[in-house]
């Protein structure tokens, strides 16, 4: 079982807020990623890490940032927030050690921006 | 570049039938398999994951998935449905590299009925 958490679970806020959204694990596991799903859709990648200081692009755009200053945890941050933005954010990590190494998902964070 | 094709947004099955999902991927290299179950206003949950070796593949919940790679296909069966399977499931497909992204395909949602 994986040990991933995610907070806020639940985020109702305001256009033209920052938001960050936080996600920790437990593992020690160097690839970390954010994906977003719109309701009843599927799941986009649109930040990955390979470890500490490191950051990419996923495959959908996204005006969000994230950091990777320590392995265990990788924020998600919206520096204005807009409707558009509404989703579900998804947070995940898995182990490089291992081929075909298993991705776990945190439970993930819905963001409603009004 | 990899993709997932998941036959059919939803399927309605009656409780101790049989349940198959299906999904076809494609993909330039032999591929990483994974199928992952949704609960409403959850995370994902990896049920299971065909790497190498044996073609067919033994999850969680009486899950079991055949990799056929002359089909190209990764179904997902369960001999019985039961009502807590009512979920959304979504086929996955991992590249070979460094990164280890998941491309998911865009979920099956299974309705069981009584």
């Known amino acids: 079982e994986a040990d991933i958490y995610q907070t806020p679970r639940y985020l109702v806020i305001g256009t033209g807020k920052k938001i960050t959204l936080e996600c920790s694990q437990t593992m020690g596991h160097d690839k970390m990623y954010w994906y977003q799903q719109d309701p009843g859709m599927e799941l986009h990648l649109i930040h990955y890490?390979?470890?500490?200081?490191?950051?990419e692009k996923g495959d959908l755009s996204s005006e969000s940032t994230v950091s990777r200053i320590r392995t265990e945890h990788f924020p998600l941050t919206l520096e204005s927030a807009r409707p558009s933005h509404t989703s579900q954010y998804l947070c995940?990590?898995?182990?490089?050690?291992?081929?075909?190494?298993?991705?776990?998902f945190g439970e993930g964070s819905w963001l409603t921006v009004v | 570049a990899q993709s997932v094709t998941q036959l059919g947004s939803h399927v309605s099955v009656s409780e101790g039938a049989l349940v198959l999902l299906r999904c076809n991927y494609s993909?330039?290299?032999?591929?990483?398999l994974f199928w992952y179950v949704q609960y409403p206003n959850q995370g994902l949950q990896l049920l299971l994951k065909y790497t190498t070796g044996a073609t067919l593949v033994k999850g969680i919940n009486g899950f079991e998935a055949e990799f056929k790679k002359s089909e190209t296909s990764f179904h997902l069966t369960k001999p019985s449905a039961h009502m807590s399977d009512a979920a959304e499931y979504f086929c996955a497909v991992s590249d070979t590299g460094t990164a280890s992204k998941l491309t998911f395909g865009t979920g099956t949602r299974l309705q069981v009925t009584l």
């Open positions: 993909s330039s290299v032999p591929p990483y």
């Open positions: 890490s390979y470890g500490v200081n490191s950051t």
């Open positions: 995940a990590s898995s182990d490089p050690a291992y081929p075909g190494n298993t991705i776990y």
